[in-house]
């Protein structure tokens, strides 16, 4: 009997594994297709022997696949990917599910710090100007979370009081963001509002390549807390009397999550529902044991970018809309839909 | 010396003195100790602090181990918790949890934690459930849940803080044999239980918390007097022998009640 329940297990553990293989490669699959849709109606073949390199292209063909579309593509998958990883461990270490970079401030934060870019024109003193939007956005972000770290070991609470903070935070930064756009030009106006819708518009090689250091930096550290984040599912004074030492374990994973975060949202500026949306889905279709948890929720938030990306160069054709409005637009019906399919299975 | 003793412990919740300077020497491997007192005697941030998850002054020593001191890993090698009641809401499956509460800290291997988990939830009698999902169970199902992540490491030293209240009758009685034949392999046992009789039947020794200290100490027969039951919970009560020789407590009212 317990033998036969031990081989379904693993039985199990397999499947979760083949699945999440199955993920990676459908994520892949969805960059291809980000990669084959745009205004400029490439065929197929074409895409795909500029992309390959092999068989005679049209010059033009090459510069739109390789400068205008794969860099888009590339930067959909990183930072859904990023933002749900850090979407997963706040989930986790907050003990709510709720809980995203969004929900907690950081976006708004960042968007406040590219206001500052954008509308009082600061920006740091050996950056090049193009890049002082990205950079206060990600020191505006980096800062939120640090405050909100500090703030939470100040008071000694635990995840409710961070939460509180952080709702708090995410008000303060919308009071002063409101007043920045107060004072703001037309022009800067209407560049911060792009901004704050989230676009994929301006991603180039090098910040996509910043942002894969950064998760690949940060990933790895995450799968290997996988054990120590299952067992904080458990409550605080259980994983504790596990042995896990549950301070330095919150720390750190807020550290990784803060710089996913801000990384990402500083390059394509407040994109919401893919953290909390990437996680939820993984659930339903891994559950809860963190090593296949983490990177399905990597993978779905992926999957879920590159679809945005593409679905927002076909609802309007030949309009690009913002990849932030689709995700939020088309995903949430999506999304709430899973979640009541997966209550009436219970 | 060998088993756990409590030194000089006190517990403040920011003011308020919840114990003071409590001594509890000597409670040796192969027993079954029981907390009992009222409510918000402290039973429950004692055993807390024993297990180290909540602020505390004085010493608290295992075989000459200082639990404060240990680090993490090695001290859930020694002390295995059962909490009061495990959180709702995770969709984790029962044989994942208990995995987790054996690789959380490290050091098993995995093919080992698998069957490890699995012999613990046979010898609770909750195999059936290990493909269940947490939020699927009943209270008491979590509980035995809970109780199987405390003893899966092995642990030298038990606690557990009121183990039977989700319990029906034939699962507290399963629960309590359980106990007693984990103390019989080697282990001292601590656990906070409201039920007085059901202490009377199964512990060795009964301690019995009021006002911050302790109020009396020593085998539930020594322990449980009319006299205690009044000064300690306010009641006036009988306590008497059945026909098969085990205490009972029978409540006649309640005392004018105490401040």
Redesign the interface.
């Known amino acids: 009997?317990?033998a036969l329940?031990?081989e379904?297990?693993?039985r199990?553990n397999r499947r979760r594994a083949l699945l999440v293989g199955v993920m990676a490669l459908v994520a892949l699959l969805g960059v291809l297709l980000d990669l084959v849709t745009g205004p400029a109606g490439l065929p197929l073949g074409d895409t795909l022997r500029a992309l390959t390199g092999t068989g005679e292209v049209a010059r033009a063909t090459e510069v739109i696949v390789w400068t205008v579309r794969l860099p888009v593509a590339i930067m959909a998958l990183l930072v859904g990917a990023a933002l749900a990883l850090a979407g997963a461990e706040m989930q986790t270490v907050l003990?709510n599910p709720l809980a995203e970079p969004f929900t907690l401030g950081v976006s708004t934060a960042a968007a406040l710090g590219a206001a500052t870019a954008i509308i009082l024109g600061l920006s740091l003193p050996f950056l090049p100007a193009s890049w002082s939007v990205s950079a206060n956005a990600f020191l505006f972000a980096l800062g939120a979370l640090a405050l909100l770290q500090l703030l939470g070991r100040l008071r000694g609470g635990g995840p409710e009081v961070l939460i509180l903070f952080g709702i708090a935070l995410n008000f303060a930064a919308g009071a002063f963001l409101s007043l920045l756009q107060f004072v703001a030009s037309a022009d800067a106006l209407q560049q911060l509002v792009f901004w704050t819708m989230g676009s994929l518009a301006a991603s180039s090689w090098q910040g996509a390549a910043m942002l894969a250091a950064v998760l690949a930096l940060c990933a790895p550290f995450s799968f290997r807390a996988a054990?120590?984040l299952?067992?904080l599912?458990?409550?605080e004074?259980?994983?504790?009397?596990?042995?896990?030492?549950v301070e330095s374990l919150r720390r750190w994973t807020l550290l990784r999550v803060s710089l996913l975060a801000a990384t990402a949202v500083s390059m394509v500026g407040v994109i919401g529902f893919v953290g909390l949306a990437g996680p939820h889905i993984a659930?339903l279709l891994v559950?809860?044991?963190h090593r296949f948890f983490l990177p399905a929720s990597l993978l779905t938030g992926a999957l879920v970018m590159s679809l945005a990306s593409t679905l927002s160069k076909l609802v309007v054709p030949g309009v690009l809309l913002p990849v932030g409005l689709v995700t939020s637009l088309i995903g949430l019906p999506v999304f709430f839909a899973l979640i009541l399919r997966g209550r009436a299975r219970? | 010396m060998s088993g756990l003793s409590i030194r000089d412990v006190s517990i403040r919740y920011g003011k308020r003195v919840v114990i003071r300077d409590l001594t509890l020497p000597d409670l040796p491997a192969g027993q079954v100790t029981v907390l009992a007192g009222p409510n918000a005697a402290g039973k429950s941030t004692l055993l807390?602090a024993v297990?180290?998850?909540g602020p505390h002054a004085g010493r608290i020593m295992l075989d000459d181990a200082d639990l404060a001191r240990l680090p993490?890993?090695?001290?859930?090698?020694l002390?295995?918790?059962m909490?009061q009641s495990?959180?709702s809401g995770?969709?984790?499956?029962v044989?994942?949890?208990i995995i987790?509460?054996?690789?959380?800290?490290?050091e098993t291997p995995a093919a080992q934690a698998?069957?490890q988990a699995?012999?613990v939830?046979?010898r609770l009698g909750i195999?059936?459930l290990?493909?269940n999902?947490l939020d699927?169970l009943s209270g008491g199902q979590r509980q035995l849940v809970?109780l199987a992540?405390?003893i899966v490491?092995n642990p030298r030293l038990l606690l557990l803080d009121e183990p039977t209240s989700a319990l029906d009758l034939a699962r507290q009685v399963r629960l309590l044999a359980e106990l007693r034949r984990l103390a019989a392999e080697g282990r001292v046992v601590v656990a906070v239980l409201h039920d007085l009789a059901l202490a009377a039947q199964w512990a060795d020794r009964i301690v019995v918390l009021h006002q911050g200290g302790i109020h009396s100490d020593g085998p539930p027969e020594k322990v449980l007097t009319p006299a205690m039951l009044a000064e300690v919970y306010g009641v006036e009560a009988r306590v008497e022998r059945c026909s098969r020789g085990n205490l009972t407590i029978l409540i006649d009212r309640e005392l004018a009640p105490v401040p």
């Open positions: 009997m317990s329940l031990l379904r297990y693993h199990q003990e054990w120590r299952t067992a599912r458990m409550g004074d259980q994983a504790r009397s596990f042995g896990v030492n659930r559950g809860e044991d219970r | 807390r297990a180290q998850l993490g890993p090695q001290r859930a090698r002390v295995g918790f909490p495990l959180p995770s969709s984790l499956i044989l994942e949890s987790a509460a054996l690789r959380a800290a490290g698998d069957a699995m012999a939830l046979d195999g059936a290990a493909l999902p699927q809970s992540q405390a490491r």
